[in-house]
Every structure is written in structure tokens, then in C-alpha cells.
């Protein structure tokens, strides 16, 4: 009835040629002129200087920067569309080895004590745990991001890299990440490891099932021998050989280096650890972001 009255008065004022119908205007974009600037001003910075555990843009953070800032709540898709209309580019940096950072002394060692992550699990009689190792690196790997439009990042390193052990177990119920930063990768590191994460996280539990590779730390006297005594409440599931695809916790880590570690001099052992430990407390903060 209202648009009824509506296109009358119009007839009744100005005749058949106000009865033409226009084109609507539409919902305001979110994404304005000024909220542009603001991305603009963000994919110039690498997001772990603005305070995130992250080291490279993508659509879902910089709605969260947006949403965290200014208070607005937009989805990921409208920020990459926006995005390609600014003309960004969504491509990998390049490494230059010519920008050498000073490492200050005693630096490129690693930790004298074991870093540990704790998390809360939630409670029950079970626990299913996909186990693996990994090494983080302190030269930087690349992984692509957005840029603004005819500019590049460029990632400096030192050309001398260090390296990082990390064991790590994801709780296939909670989606949670329990890591280990350790001096080295071998067998006896392994089954520090073990006690940590079966009696300490989870001591708990009545049983446990743990899910392994066949790599050979996993194989040695002393760990076989530790798998026995605890038979009764532990039990290994060995995975098939040339299947990494198959142990969950390979995603996780590749996800943690592209999205934490990657595009990103970190100049110390020390800051890299830091920066693994922060990036997967955030990740088990929010699951979603896997």
C-alpha cells in the first residue's frame, strides 16, 4: 500500500515522467574510502609489528585487524575483493641475502632449558594424539601475502641460518597443539618428550592412543622400551610408510610456518622460539584459524 501512495504522489506532482523508475543506490559499501587508507596503511606493515603472532596477511586477518581497530565487521571475501579493486597483489616476497642484520652475541644457540606449551584438554577417559617432530628455521622461508600495488616485500636475512626442534602433539577431540621446544631431534629427546605430554598433560586419562610415523628416534631401544612399560595405557598406532598425509599434525605445521613463521627475520633463536610458543597459543585460542 505505501509504494502504492508513494508512486501516486509522484504522478500527482509531476506526471508519467516521475513514474520512471531510477536505479537504487543500495546498501553503503563498509569498506568506505577511509577504511581503503586504513587496509593500505596495514598490508605496507608486516602484521607482527602491529602486535599479531602472525607474520603475513590474509583476508581472515585483516578483517580481524579491522574488526580489532575500528570495529567493524566485514567478511574475508569483501576484504579481497576490496583488495583486488585497490589493485594489491597477492604474490610471495623476495629473499635479498644483501640486507645483513647484526645477530647481537650469543645469539643462534639454542635454549639451555626446554620451552614448554601447556594446554587445557578437555576431560575424559580417552585421548587420541597425532605425534611428530619439526624444524623451524631461522632463515626465513616465503609464503605469499597481499602487497600493495607495484611494490614487493622484501625479507632480509642473515644467511646464516639455525635451527629449531620442536616436538609437537595434536589432540585429534580438541583441535589443540601441545609442543616441545628441544636442543636437538634424536631418539632421547623424543622420550623427554613422551613423559611430559603422557603424565604431566595428560595424566589424567585411562587410556591414550597415540599415532606415529616410522622414523627412527621413534624406534630406538630406550623408546620401544618405554612403549612396553606403559602398554597398559598407551597404545601406538604406527602409520603406513609414505603417507604423511595421514598424520593431521603435518597440516598443523605447515600452517604454523606459512602463517607465523614464514616472510619474517626474527634476528635470534630466542625470538623464533618466542614466536612459535605465542603462535600456537594463538592458534589453539582460535582453532578456526587452521
Given amino acids: 500500500?505505501?509504494?502504492?501512495?508513494?508512486?501516486?504522489?509522484?504522478?500527482?506532482?509531476?506526471?508519467?515522467?516521475a513514474c520512471t523508475p531510477g536505479k537504487s543506490t543500495g546498501r553503503p559499501p563498509k569498506i568506505d574510502s577511509d577504511m581503503q587508507t586504513v587496509l593500505r596503511s596495514a598490508v605496507a606493515e608486516n602484521p607482527r609489528d602491529l602486535g599479531y603472532e602472525f607474520t603475513r596477511w590474509t583476508t581472515s586477518l585483516l578483517a580481524e585487524h579491522l574488526r580489532l581497530t575500528h570495529h567493524l565487521s566485514v567478511h574475508s571475501a569483501t576484504v579481497g575483493e576490496v583488495l583486488r579493486n585497490?589493485?594489491?597483489r597477492y604474490g610471495c616476497p623476495k629473499l635479498d641475502l644483501k640486507i645483513v642484520r647484526i645477530l647481537p652475541k650469543g645469539s643462534g644457540q639454542a635454549a639451555t632449558q626446554p620451552r614448554l606449551k601447556k594446554t587445557v584438554a578437555s576431560r575424559g577417559r580417552f585421548a587420541f594424539l597425532y605425534l611428530d617432530e619439526a624444524e623451524f628455521h631461522l632463515n626465513p622461508g616465503l609464503s605469499r601475502c597481499w602487497s600493495l600495488p607495484g611494490e614487493r616485500i622484501?625479507?632480509?636475512?642473515?644467511?646464516q641460518n639455525r635451527r629449531v626442534p620442536v616436538f609437537g602433539a595434536l589432540d585429534a577431540l580438541t583441535g589443540e597443539a601441545s609442543v616441545l621446544i628441544t636442543q636437538r631431534k634424536r631418539g632421547a629427546e623424543f622420550l623427554e618428550f613422551l613423559p611430559w605430554l603422557v603424565d604431566d598433560l595428560y595424566g589424567d586419562r585411562d587410556e591414550i592412543w597415540l599415532f606415529l610415523d616410522n622414523c627412527s628416534i621413534h624406534h630406538t631401544q630406550a623408546v620401544e622400551a618405554y612403549f612396553t612399560q606403559h602398554s597398559q595405557r598407551m597404545h601406538v598406532i604406527w602409520n603406513a610408510c609414505?603417507?604423511?598425509?595421514?598424520?593431521?599434525?603435518?597440516?598443523?605445521?605447515?600452517?604454523l610456518k606459512r602463517s607465523a613463521i614464514h616472510n619474517y627475520f626474527f634476528q635470534t633463536v630466542e625470538n623464533l622460539e618466542t614466536a612459535i610458543l605465542d603462535a600456537v597459543r594463538a592458534l589453539n585460542k582460535k582453532p578456526s584459524h587452521q
Fill in 1 to 17: 500500500h505505501s509504494t502504492v501512495f508513494r508512486w501516486l504522489k509522484r504522478f500527482d506532482e509531476n506526471g508519467m515522467a
Fill in 86 to 88: 585497490m589493485g594489491c
Fill in 154 to 159: 622484501i625479507v632480509p636475512s642473515a644467511g
Fill in 242 to 255: 609414505y603417507t604423511p598425509n595421514l598424520n593431521l599434525i603435518e597440516r598443523f605445521w605447515g600452517h
